[in-house]
RNA sequence: GGGCCCAUGGUCUAGUGGCUAGGACACAACCUUCACAGGGUUGAGACAGGAGUUCAAUUCUCCUUGGGCCCACCA
């Protein structure tokens, strides 16, 4: 076989990309009896393109996976897409130009489904495109019905078990996207605001002043605190204080949690508003609270005047109004952090609505120790489950407001109140359109069905359950727990907790056995890429540009869990590799034309040696993918191919190869059997980092021979062929060839200049040095060679060589 | 404020309780018809600072400094 002068990334990739799904190579036999690699894809949004950060966490988890399928597993590695959630919501909103609140819910979502149907295959042909060896037909959406019965499923079932629960209180909530959240869905932003020092006077005439950075809340005040050691005001507490503009008359009261040192050490509490007033409310009786927020953000009529404003726009009334009445005393900028919704950006209110939830602040004991069964992969990424577990104050709020999504499935009757849950023989079900099965204990027929949505982590945390729910009973017993998350350190609090939290009430077992974190990708400097710093790198203009597999080669660059900075010119080493390695395959395959697979009647020394080391390389490279070290294995191949196999076996092999009238046919064979299947391992070995090129290279060639029709469906190399004895010698034969080149690159000759007289005094027998003589001869084009054994006569040194041009 | 991770030549990194601390990119010199100019050979260049454990620390411990991340949080 003649390889063409170059290797073209592009048609190679396309061709074998059509192999692969005509070829079913990657798919899943649920018939097969080996082992099982069941794999919890994560499911991107499909609200976007597939990202840098994707393509280097899908590849780093696709290393493992094609190592697991070359071992001879039976893979279970699906795709699915998730595209219920508010992302989607705010995606189509945007697209099509419309908004879901203003349509009925039933065409809005119809509107979704369908635009999702458009746009799907080109989003997840990206996936494809980098060579991820999912099972493309193990497919789900989790918009689709599948999903939808499992998610609503488990609803019912953690209601009928008491862990689902109605409850009206106070609600994350966003005024932006008018939808309660969960915790972990805010983030903090850093921002400046004004510290407002209003003066106000206690019942007696006594001045007080107190700090707010949300003076709009101020119509909303209910009680007022200072810290019962602060000397200050010790004597104040007990009396009213009395509010203007409100004329409201609320009482002072001394509470630990204030800090003397913050602001003037006086804090106002108004209903509305953050979180600390939970707190605070607990402790101190509140007769009635005062919510004066709108669920969009405006004030309601309880804020008398200033009612009907935005909390931007009162907040600037309210400080004027004071400011009329001199009640301001100054303002000073603080910097602090803000909670913001991490979709939206908009600060968060803490409001009261009727929600659903699910009670499991009892359970955090259960998690960490579900975490301590897992397997993490780095290790530390533990710790920041546990401290999350640990920091939980809410219980989980399941429900959101929104239109787009997995409808709860309830009804309440119109007569009784009572909560009436759908059947599961019913699933999936739309409240608002279909009817419960049977009548209300009552015995009345009128409902109203729920028109809250489930949070898209409700959903997304039944992943393992709603791919291995494609199949049968059987097969889904001998698939969980699965034996691998893969997913990247940002959503350890989100995706991963929630799937631990919903497997400990479904299946009181861990959904997977390991779990490994990838890392993220950051700009050349370290930072965050973000669409608003404009550091975006689009993963499909590296793969047009250099490869998939230059992509990959790259991704497996980073250990795992670390994070990377992004630099081009790293894309540029592994397409440095592809041309390499198919130049060095070039001439293999040139060499190997008449090769039949014979065995040589003695395998030459040389062979010997290289074939050791690659058994050596061999088992490091087993035993790191095992541990999902697959950035070791790919160093280890890469400079064994570089160095060891290219560098120098070829170079050493070369006269045997070319001048076999002079060595010996069999010493001929001996070097085709060594190339053969040195080269063959190290195909096998890159095969899950690059996929494409390696299967070029062994359809070219090794399938005629191999049979098995993908290399990717070929045996993991397991070589046992260790011989230490000839890795001495073989290093020798290495470090006189250096020298030689070191002695020509200092004298500035070229490499094949000849050597007249080449000394070599070494630590090595005679014996052993005849079996190399030729290759040291032909390797440093030396015409004569002198040899002489040392034994220990020169212990300081192993080897000591003369040249003379 | 609590926690986690990290600190190696100009840049990105590998690695080890003891060998000349390895590689990639960039840099310099030279070589190059026989697989490879996106090549080869050679060269210059680094363990953040301090203390401790040890015969021996780049490696282990602590502190400082500097980065990154997660969580909490201030009226």
Not at 743 to 761: D, G, H, N, R, Y
Request: net charge neutral.
């Amino acid at each position: 076989m003649q390889l063409p002068k170059n290797y073209n990334p592009k048609d190679s990739e396309m061709r074998w990309l059509e192999f692969w799904e005509k070829e079913k190579t990657y798919s899943f036999d649920h018939k097969s009896k080996a082992e099982i690699y069941s794999v919890d894809t994560p499911p991107p949004t499909v609200s976007g393109k597939m990202h840098l950060g994707h393509s280097f966490s899908y590849a780093q988890q696709d290393f493992v996976v094609r190592f697991q399928r070359m071992l001879g597993r039976n893979v279970f590695y699906p795709f699915g897409t998730d595209d219920n959630g508010l992302a989607t919501e705010r995606m189509i909103e945007k697209m099509k130009n419309v908004k879901g609140q203003f349509m009925k819910r039933k065409e809005f979502v119809e509107l979704c489904l369908k635009t999702l149907e458009d746009i799907r295959p080109d989003f997840v042909y990206d996936w494809k495109r980098i060579g991820i060896s999912a099972d493309f037909n193990i497919f789900y959406t989790t918009i689709n019905e599948h999903c939808q019965k499992i998610s609503q499923k488990s609803f019912i079932e953690l209601y009928k078990s008491g862990r689902c629960y109605r409850k009206e209180g106070p609600t994350i909530w966003c005024p932006e996207c008018q939808t309660a959240i969960a915790q972990v869905e805010m983030k903090d932003e850093e921002k400046t605001t004004n510290l407002a020092y209003i003066g106000v006077k206690t019942e007696k005439g006594d001045p007080l002043v107190f700090a707010t950075t949300r003076p709009e809340l101020y119509p909303s005040c209910v009680g007022m605190s200072v810290n019962p050691n602060d000397e200050r005001y010790k004597k104040y507490v007990g009396q009213k204080v009395e509010m203007p503009l409100t004329n409201a008359k609320i009482e002072l009261t001394a509470d630990d949690m204030i800090d003397p040192e913050f602001g003037t050490g006086v804090v106002y509490f108004c209903s509305s508003g953050d979180a600390q007033f939970l707190d605070w409310e607990t402790r101190h009786s509140v007769k009635s609270n005062i919510y004066i927020l709108n669920f969009d953000g405006t004030l309601n009529e309880k804020a008398g005047a200033y009612k009907g404003l935005t909390i931007a726009e009162a907040r600037k009334r309210i400080v004027d109004d004071l400011s009329k009445l001199g009640l301001i005393k100054k303002t000073e900028p603080l910097k602090h952090a803000v909670n913001v919704h991490e979709r939206c950006g908009t600060a968060v209110e803490y409001m009261v609505s009727r929600q659903w939830y699910i009670k499991y602040l009892d359970l955090k004991e259960d998690f960490i120790e579900y975490g301590r069964k897992i397997k993490w992969h780095p290790e530390h990424m533990r710790i920041r489950y546990e401290n999350w577990v640990n920091g939980l104050k809410w219980d989980w709020n399941i429900s959101r407001q929104r239109h787009f999504g997995i409808p709860i499935p309830v009804w309440y009757c119109r007569k009784c109140a009572e909560i009436i849950v759908a059947d599961e023989n019913q699933l999936p079900v739309d409240p608002l359109v279909d009817k419960p099965l049977k009548e209300c204990k009552c015995g009345s027929l009128d409902f109203t069905g729920e028109k809250d949505v489930l949070d898209t982590w409700a959903t997304s945390s039944l992943t393992p359950d709603i791919a291995i729910g494609l199949f049968d009973e059987n097969t889904q017993k001998k698939l969980f727990p699965m034996n691998l998350r893969p997913q990247a350190h940002d959503i350890i609090t989100f995706w991963l907790f929630n799937t631990v939290v919903k497997s400990c009430f479904h299946h009181k077992n861990i959904p997977w056995h390991d779990v490994m974190i990838s890392g993220f990708v950051l700009d050349p400097y370290g930072k965050k890429m973000s669409k608003s710093k404009g550091n975006i790198i689009d993963p499909r203009d590296m793969v047009k540009k250099y490869s998939a597999d230059a992509l990959r080669f790259w991704a497996a660059g980073s250990k795992l869990g670390d994070d990377m900075p992004f630099q081009e010119k790293d894309l540029v080493t592994g397409s440095k590799f592809i041309t390499k390695i198919w130049n060095a395959s070039k001439f293999a395959y040139l060499h190997l034309k008449d090769y039949k697979l014979q065995r040589p009647g003695k395998l030459h020394l040389t062979e010997r040696w290289v074939l050791s080391k690659l058994s050596k390389v061999a088992k490091d490279a087993t035993e790191n993918f095992m541990n999902y070290e697959y950035s070791h294995t790919k160093l280890e191949t890469e400079t064994f191919f570089w160095h060891t196999f290219c560098d120098d076996y070829l170079e050493i092999i070369k006269g045997r190869l070319y001048n076999a009238d002079k060595s010996g046919e069999d010493a001929r064979l001996s070097a085709q059997y060594g190339l053969y299947n040195t080269l063959l391992a190290i195909i096998k070995l890159m095969a899950p980092i690059m996929p494409f090129i390696t299967e070029e290279l062994y359809q070219l060639y090794y399938k005629s021979h191999e049979k098995t029709k993908s290399i990717h469906l070929t045996k993991w190399p397991d070589i046992k062929m260790i011989d230490e004895h000839a890795e001495k010698i073989g290093d020798f034969v290495v470090q006189v060839i250096e020298f030689a080149r070191r002695q020509k690159t200092a004298k500035q000759l070229s490499l094949k200049t000849p050597i007249k007289k080449l000394t070599i005094k070494a630590k090595i027998e005679e014996i052993d040095f005849d079996e190399v003589e030729a290759e040291i001869k032909a390797a440093t084009s030396a015409e004569h060679i002198i040899f002489e054994p040392t034994r220990g006569k020169h212990p300081e040194k192993d080897l000591e060589v003369e040249i003379e041009f």
